[in-house]
């Protein structure tokens, strides 16, 4: 790289803000190795003893004492010792522009970002980097925010230092493939929850640039990559296991199964299970749920890593949070490697760990000194789990509707505008944050809960040892929320008002039956549809979401959908059938839900407006409900959620529908 290259990474060094979050100082046995560690933030490698091979991001180097490397977020790191000893100094930190407003600067920022490129090299002049690495360590080590500040300060000099030196040795720096490192990330994580813009986060640049990259490159958006490695996974586990539909959908990044029957049709052109029978060819399917395929879906880049055996797979989308298999991976922790490094944990490497944390330094906090909390042993779906006695900030993911019926202490909950929740919650002024297909777990971590509640599938390890790691967390399940709420209760003191909650809708339940079978009688029939302008959705009884119409309320499913039904594995949540097929729904009465549970405005109009579409479609019209006047739209912002109020309102949808209108 040029001088004037340099020259430009000087300028954004000096427009940006800089941020120091971390120094640690690591030690490394001969036979002690780093693999496959992601670089959680922007970071300075310097080595102080010993020798080494290093891969970062697939490029060798022969590192030695007073050797320094630099690379950016997300890049991946490998160190193989060569010597008895290997100290080196990691430096952690965030830069990045302060505002939008001068163009120049952004364009700069975009092309040649000077946190994420990637150089290593020995400097001339060791001891005068060697020199301020030694006191900003120093000053990092002490408890007070003035000495915090020295070490920023420190960083500064480090880098003018450091810059001088660079430009007087010409040496060469390396542009990250972004593109390279989005599909690893891809391949190793496509079970966890992902979007373009969480992705281009970790990469260190805009949503837009990474899509204009990976368009370029490889001719297709990150997000069609990612689904194209999820269903690959998805036709291998259907022809080689006999893993239940619900099990291969939360395996690859899909806990609502219904929706990946719909994209898994979209790209293969078959329903799953058909996709099932026909790769099956009448043998018996081995039971393996965890087979892999022996080709990588895509050919692996061409970087050279001769010192490990690296692994590299990627994540997800959906109304909910996505899941990942048991075994928890070093590309999952980096969700959470910025709390670890808070935390003082030492990534996977044993490490003499002298950093502390940002809020105890603030506070002068000594957390060695404190009394510990009374706590108590809770049995739930996860397990058994020791949580304080009384506690008094509970951060929420899934469980929302049971914490409001039972006025919980919540400081964290997951809603968005739209949300038949959010509304509630921002009376309460519950902060209430939602991520796409993910859980936020930088929001949960800032809301410092003693506790965390979450609905999590039971084989979803990962995202609970994640959770874990913030604070003490329990796991109940929603579809069930009766139970839930009664053993939630008790857990937190509720008990009466638990019980107080489900009298209370077991009575309006009660009416409501009532009501209905006064209304419509025996002989009536009901479906519930959801459909697109490509397929339609039937859903059955054991659908967690639409069982209140058919096993709750007792009303009759109609006789097209029983059979239907037949054709299925027993206890699937329901089948998607081309829109063909609506005139054959001969249900007397067709409920018919709308959009998803967690679409924005935008995605939920753009849901009613696909439907008016569909409602001009000649195959609607000759559905006998649509003719008999006898359709009701219902949003499936409650309708596909349970809890005390989501499941009241169904009632009072089904009221509404069948004995008002």
Known sequence: MNRTNWNDHLLLWHEATVKLLDIRHVALGKNEELRSYLLPSSGFIWVTRGRAQVTLDG?????????????GKGMCLNIFPSADVLEYVMIFYKGSLAGQGNRKLQHL???????????????????????IVRRMEESWGKLSVLDKLGSKGLLYQFVHELMGQLTAQEIAAIRPDLVWQAIRHIENNYSEPISVEALAGLLGCSASYLSRLFKKQLGTTPNDYLIKVRMDHARHLLSDTQATLQEIAASIGYPDVYYFSRVFKKHTGLPPLRFRSRAAGGKLVQNNPFHRSGQAIVPHPTHSYNYSDNNY???????????????LSVAAVMLLCMALLFSGCAGSAAVNDRSITAEASATGENSAVQQ?????????????????????????????????????????????????????????????IYTPDSLNY?????????????H???????????LSKIAPTIVYDRGDWKTSMAAIGKVIDREEQAQSVIDAYNEKLEQTKEAVAKAVGANNSVAFIRPSRSDVQVFFPAFAYTSLVYKDVGLAMDASVVELEQREEKGIWGVGESLEKLPEIMADHLFVTVGGSFDSEEEAQTALTELDEIEKMKVWQEIPAVKNGKVYKVSARHWMLNGPTADSMKLDDVLQALVKS
Request: no cysteine; aromatic share 6%.
């Open 59 to 71: 490029t060798n180097y022969a590192a030695q004492r007073f050797h320094l490397l630099h690379g």
């Open 109 to 131: 920022m975009e092309h040649s970002n000077p946190f994420q490129i990637q150089y290593g090299f020995a400097p001339q002049n060791p001891l005068a980097l060697h020199t």
């Open 313 to 327: 797979q990627l994540v997800g989308e959906g109304d909910l949070t996505m899941y990942k298999e048991l075994k």
């Open 372 to 432: 510990a909390p009374q706590t108590k042993v809770v049995q739930h779906v996860m397990g058994e789990t020791a949580i304080p006695v009384n506690p008094q900030r509970i951060a929420v993911s899934g469980l929302e509707d049971i914490l409001l019926a039972l006025d919980a202490p919540i400081v964290q909950a997951q809603a968005m505008k739209g949300q038949y929740l959010y509304e509630t919650l921002q009376e309460k002024n519950i902060p209430a």
């Open 442 to 454: 930088e929001a949960i971590l800032d809301s410092k809960p003693d506790l965390i509640m979450a």
């Open 456 to 466: 999590l599938l039971p084989t979803d390890k990962e995202s609970y040892e994640k």
